[in-house]
């Protein structure tokens, strides 16, 4: 079809990559719990945007260049790990806060500015575009399932592409749903709020060092 072949094995092991736990699907179920499904869905957005850039500049070639190109894979490597960091400083701040008081007052300040402050669309495309492992991947994966005697791989790259964008609809469809009934157990239970925004923080503490760590090959 298209050029693509073995699609159910694609489409199970797409099952499976989706499933994982990643920034992006955290911070989208973070930003659903505290201001509910249409922010929420904000946030998702950003991710699929950014996932269609990256499956984009996949197709068109750039993870041969971040491949071969140390320096330029480096400075991309660390600006992804820096603004994954500063994001979990941000929530360990914000779960300090919610520790020191009990008061409802302060708790509902703690919770609501920051997400007043962030803009849910626009962190979600810098955490999904600052990750060059995520185009490295999208190559080593696709390439598996596209016939190479196909006369316009582009095309190809295009269904797989439309495939992981729909994988991606319903998981985090499920997490935004999910995250809002998080909300109300939050909203009773505020060491709960508080514990859970800090293993937020100390989760995307890790995968800036994984990221940190990574490697072209």
Known sequence: MLGVIDLPTYLAGLVLIVLLPGPNSLYVLSVAARRGIRTGYRAAAGVWCGDAVLMTLSAAG?????????LLFGIVKYAGAGYLTWLAIGMLRAAWGMWRTRKERTESQEVSAPGAEERPFRRALVISLFNPKAILFFVAFF?????????????????????????????????????????????????????ATSAAGALFLGFAV????ASSV
Not at 62 to 70: D, E, F, I, T, Y
Not at 148 to 161: D, M, N, R
Request: proline share 3%; no cysteine; hydrophobic share 60%.
């Open 62 to 70: 750039v993870a041969s260049l971040l491949q071969a190109n140390a």
């Open 143 to 195: 390439v598996q399932f596209v016939d190479p005697a196909y006369a316009y791989p582009a095309l190809s790259f295009v269904v797989l592409g439309a495939f992981a964008q729909l994988a991606s609809v319903l998981y985090l469809s499920a997490l935004i749903f999910g995250g809002t009934k998080l909300a109300a157990a939050f909203r009773r239970r505020r060491r709960l709020s508080a514990g």
């Open 210 to 213: 994984k990221l940190s760590l």
